[in-house]
């Protein structure tokens, strides 16, 4: 059985145990592959990343500077869509040859079909995740997936695509109901796959006792509008909104002692940054915000405990004064959604280790 990259980097002491085990816990708390993991917590630059991936796999890597300047008539090989679906980018014509860049080159599905449409010899190139994202961005127009928080570009540039369920105007559930669908979610929460599907599960409960929910992911200081739901949710306000944790008071004091805060919601108790997400009527609401803490349950504090738990989300919800009955119910089903992330750690640590 092949190595797994993880081990194979180890081997060649491009990194720790313990990194990689840091590596893998963000990987599901944040998204994206390993090695995009590893380049963002600076284990790697994304050129050791690119050279050790194509040693891995046997396979050539895009040259240095690929994706600096393609030409026109290479970009339009392909279009928009094609590029979108099988994340591979054109980027240079040698005679009836069209090299392209993959995250995975090995996908013989996607080369059958890339070869079938573009009419011509394609000979395929590796290239990092992050790599091949912020060219579809450069060349296509694709946004980048909210899980690129690292450095690749200035905040303020930063585009993020997220679709997310909106909910409609409803009557709010008797707290014995709600209940009753707090427990079919805990045993969803036994079979999800990756960090969306357990932000979609708090938030589609959460939303069922609030005008409006909101999950911000928690990561290097900063706090990301990743998905929303509520008959009072404004996508437009919220998604891609990226700021500091410095800048929230609110957020801030959510993150660093890592309990449930709730309290009347005013734009002076939210702050200035948080203030334009308050629903716009006058209505006497109450603001609920939950940290969902993840990561380090893996063990003694060894190599591979990856360090100790951390808030990487939190969940922040507007809901009426006499709902308060729901805080601690929304509280456990929170504490269960960090149980199911750290249940998603465990596995990669198992696999990879």
């Not at 099988?86 to 059958?112: C, N, Q, W, Y």
């Not at 590796?126 to 296509?140: C, G, V």
């Not at 309290?263 to 108790?269: F, I, L, W």
């Not at 009955?325 to 149980?339: A, E, H, N, Q, T």
């Amino acid at each position: 059985m092949a190595k797994r990259f993880g081990a194979y980097l180890i081997e060649q002491q491009l990194l720790t145990e313990a990194q990689l085990a840091e590596a893998l816990e963000r990987q599901v708390t944040v998204g994206g592959r390993l090695g995009t993991n590893l380049v963002e917590l600076n284990f790697l630059t994304d050129q050791q990343l690119a050279q050790a991936l194509g040693r891995h796999l046997r396979m050539d890597s895009a040259p240095s500077g690929a994706f600096d300047d393609i030409p026109a008539d290479v970009i339009q090989k392909f279009s928009k869509e094609l590029a979108q679906r099988h994340g591979a980018v054109p980027f240079r014509k040698e005679g009836r040859t069209l090299h392209i860049a993959m995250a995975d080159p090995s996908e013989l599905p996607a080369l059958d079909d890339i070869t079938f449409i573009v009419g011509c010899a394609v000979k395929t190139f590796l290239a990092p995740e992050m790599k091949i994202q912020l060219a579809l961005e450069k060349y296509y127009g694709v946004a980048r997936p909210l899980r690129y928080v690292a450095m690749w570009a200035p905040a303020g540039e930063r585009t993020f695509a997220i679709e997310v369920e909106d909910a409609h105007e409803q009557t709010f559930p008797s707290l014995e109901n709600f209940l009753q669908g707090l427990k079919s979610a805990s045993e969803e929460l036994l079979h999800v796959k990756n960090r969306d599907e357990i932000v979609a599960v708090l938030l589609r409960e959460c939303a069922r006792v609030a005008d409006q929910a909101l999950f911000f992911a928690i990561a290097e200081g900063r706090a990301i509008g990743l998905m929303g739901r509520g008959a009072r949710y404004r996508a437009d306000r919220f998604l891609g909104m990226e700021l500091q944790l410095e800048e929230s008071p609110f957020l801030r004091q959510v993150v660093e002692k890592e309990e449930p805060v709730t309290q009347r919601v005013t734009a002076d108790a939210v702050g200035a940054t948080l203030a334009p997400l308050l629903a716009d009527d006058s209505r006497p609401r109450q603001l609920m915000a939950f940290p969902l803490v993840a990561g380090g349950h893996a063990g003694p504090r060894d190599a591979a405990s990856g360090g100790p738990p951390r808030v990487v989300g939190v969940l922040y919800a507007e809901t009426r004064p006499d709902d308060l009955p729901y805080v601690d119910p929304l509280r456990r089903l929170v504490i269960k959604s960090g149980m199911a992330m750290d249940m998603l750690i465990l596995k990669k640590k198992i696999l990879e280790l």
